[in-house]
């Protein structure tokens, strides 16, 4: 195995404390525009919980999901028993109180360790997730967790985990990262940063069969190609059962060559036809100064109409036309540093959070609104994190039923970890369209 494909064995999105001199020279370039764009609207922010790295977890890193009864769902990727194993949470709302509840903790065995993705909630209610090491050959796993069989009487109620694939390497995958989806079959669709038959990442299904799943690989990227490579963001599906994603590297695009990936990055689709998958290149990216963005670490959003939104350094569309998709740019969102994805309310507002920059201490992060949306969206900036409240704000954050924003940060908080402080769940009350 060369060095380059090394590197990629261990390729993922990590947030950088220091802000690189490029990163300082978009902040010159887009000065101006931030004097126009970067309006503040006062909205109640709550931290809901400061991770202890205990029981609880360290770090954050994904988003959060919803769940019945406005149940929130999440994954640290460090902490519990075995300190840097990880965890999987939820907090449930009880009158004007947010009780958290670990669920499980792994042990970085057999039963995976570090999951960087958010669980998704299957169609029987269980939680479904991947870790991006552990397993039978510490190349990852995809898990299944389901609540004891009877009602726990309190909140300290852990959850059964059932390993559903255990990665193997190449040509299997391994490193899952990003999230997982399911088709209408039940089948669950997701990335590896590594594996494949070239090693450079792959995008797998489980297919249900009589109670068990097996894993066949659609996709494998190749360094060499022009679709790209290393995948960490997850997939998603639309009603035709086409698989969409990103990858970080890879392409043509020729302003990233000094970048971590040396690339720019492509989004792709997948498309079934007997049995066979094609893979379509539907954009590639070519730099964020000139360009239409670069190295988008998560998979985009699809709305009703098949309209696919996500960033990359900016905020993009892709709407189908004519047999393709039609790019257009949402906003730049000047001097956001590591973009998450994008969540979507009632109304066709977008919501995200930039895990550095802008506030009065610009390694922390904020969470914007993208709004008016019907041709370039206008950038509201919702919360700037101080630090104490939580920083790097690296997880997608989500919306409620109740319009509230839900989301995470790695770091900052009111508890010490080996990173700088152990991480939070915030809220921001009343700012998206009701559904």
């Not at 669920?103 to 039963?111: H, I, N």
């Amino acid at each position: 195995m060369d060095g380059q494909t090394v590197s990629l064995r261990r390729l993922r999105f990590k947030f950088n404390s220091c802000v690189s001199t490029f990163t300082m020279a978009l902040a010159i370039v887009f000065a101006l525009t931030l004097l126009t764009t970067h309006a503040i609207q006062a909205q109640t922010f709550s931290v809901l919980h400061n991770f202890t790295g205990g029981a609880d977890g360290n770090a954050p890193d994904a988003g959060l999901t919803v769940g019945p009864s406005g149940v929130l769902y999440g994954t640290a990727a460090f902490g519990g028993i075995c300190n840097h194993c990880g965890t999987v949470f939820k907090l449930t709302h009880i009158g004007s109180s947010w009780p958290f509840s670990p669920l499980y903790e792994f042990t970085g065995g057999s039963d995976g360790g570090l999951p960087y993705g958010e669980v998704v909630i299957g169609p029987n209610g269980a939680l479904y997730g991947t870790t991006e090491f552990g397993g039978g050959e510490g190349d990852g796993v995809v898990f299944e967790l389901r609540p004891p069989p009877t009602a726990c009487a309190s909140f300290l109620c852990y959850w059964t985990e059932t390993v559903l694939h255990t990665f193997t390497g190449s040509p299997d995958g391994f490193s899952p990262t990003g999230n997982l989806a399911f088709d209408q079959a039940g089948d669950i669709y997701g990335t590896t940063t590594g594996g494949g038959t070239y090693d450079y990442g792959s995008v797998f299904e489980l297919t249900l069969s009589g109670g068990a799943y097996t894993e066949s690989i659609i996709q494998s990227f190749n360094y060499y190609g022009a679709g790209g490579y290393a995948p960490q963001g997850g997939v998603v599906l639309d009603s035709a059962g086409n698989v969409y994603g990103t990858n970080v590297a890879g392409g043509t695009g020729t302003e990233c060559q000094l970048s971590q990936y040396g690339s720019c990055g492509t989004i792709f689709q997948l498309v079934p036809s007997g049995g066979e998958w094609t893979d379509n290149v539907l954009l590639e990216f070519t730099g964020f100064l000139i360009g239409n963005g670069e190295n988008p670490t998560v998979a985009p959003i699809i709305d009703a109409s098949g309209n696919l939104y996500g960033t990359a350094d900016l905020a993009y569309k892709l709407a189908p036309s004519g047999g393709g998709f039609l790019y257009s740019e949402l906003n730049p969102l000047s001097y956001c540093g590591y973009p998450t994805g994008l969540a979507m309310d009632a109304a066709g507002n977008f919501y995200g959070a930039c895990g550095s920059g802008p506030g009065a201490d610009d390694y922390n992060g904020w969470v914007y609104e993208l709004t008016n949306c019907s041709q370039s969206c206008t950038l509201i900036d919702l919360h700037d994190f101080g630090g104490s409240d939580g920083a790097v704000p690296i997880g997608t954050p989500v919306l409620g039923e109740n319009g509230n924003l839900y989301g995470t940060t790695a770091q900052g908080g009111t508890e010490s970890c080996f990173n700088g402080g152990c991480g939070t769940v915030w809220e921001i009350a009343g700012v998206g369209a009701q559904h």
